[in-house]
């Protein structure tokens, strides 16, 4: 049984550099793409009103299970989706306080998130892109590991369907949330 807990950020995580993969996201229309919710069903972010923030990660990971590479955690910005989520968490009301409605987003299947809110009790939906359209569509940075295509980390804030702000890279991703909830703040709607 692995030892691996995904909760847990090592002291050494790699720091992501910015190598400009997201910099034509800024002021673009997201197009329309219904996306599968662990809600049931599916949401079109393009059709949401008001402020949404969608954070992109590359995927979370289950206590006592191997990452999906033996060396996830020397990726840089590969590691940290778990702590990530729950800072969406617990800085949740505050966001929505904000006015902003908030979504995860990764290339991983509807089941496998669903297990992820449960067991990280998330008051949020995350959507699956797991058949890459809107991140084909909007060119969203990826990477592959093991044959999987992942999304890197990255984090837009939306204003009625147009992205507003793009944080990217995101290090570290744990006080991540912190620092969207503060840009928040500073640009109110």
Not at 13 to 18: E, G, I, K, M, T
Not at 88 to 93: N, V
């Amino acid at each position: 049984m692995s030892t691996h807990n995904p909760n847990v950020l090592p002291d050494d995580l790699p720091a992501p550099v910015d190598d400009g993969a997201a910099d034509h996201l800024t002021g673009s229309p997201v197009p329309v793409v219904p996306l599968r919710s662990t809600a049931g069903g599916s949401v079109d972010i393009a059709a949401l009103k008001g402020r949404t923030v969608v954070y992109a990660y590359p995927r979370t990971g289950q206590p006592g299970v191997d990452p999906l590479v033996a060396d996830w955690d020397a990726i840089p910005g590969a590691r940290g989706c778990t702590p990530e989520s729950c800072g969406f968490r617990d800085h949740h009301a505050e966001l929505a306080a904000q006015g902003a409605v908030v979504f995860g987003l990764s290339t991983q299947d509807t089941a496998y998130q669903r297990e992820a809110v449960d067991r990280l009790r998330l008051p949020f939906t995350l959507l699956s892109d797991e058949d890459l359209v809107l991140t084909g569509a909007l060119r969203l940075p990826t990477f592959d590991a093991a044959g999987v295509t992942l999304l890197c980390r990255l984090t837009m804030v939306l204003r009625d369907g147009v992205v507003e702000h793009v944080f990217y890279p995101v290090f570290p991703p744990d006080s991540h949330a912190a620092e969207v909830l503060d840009w928040l703040r500073a640009h109110p709607a």
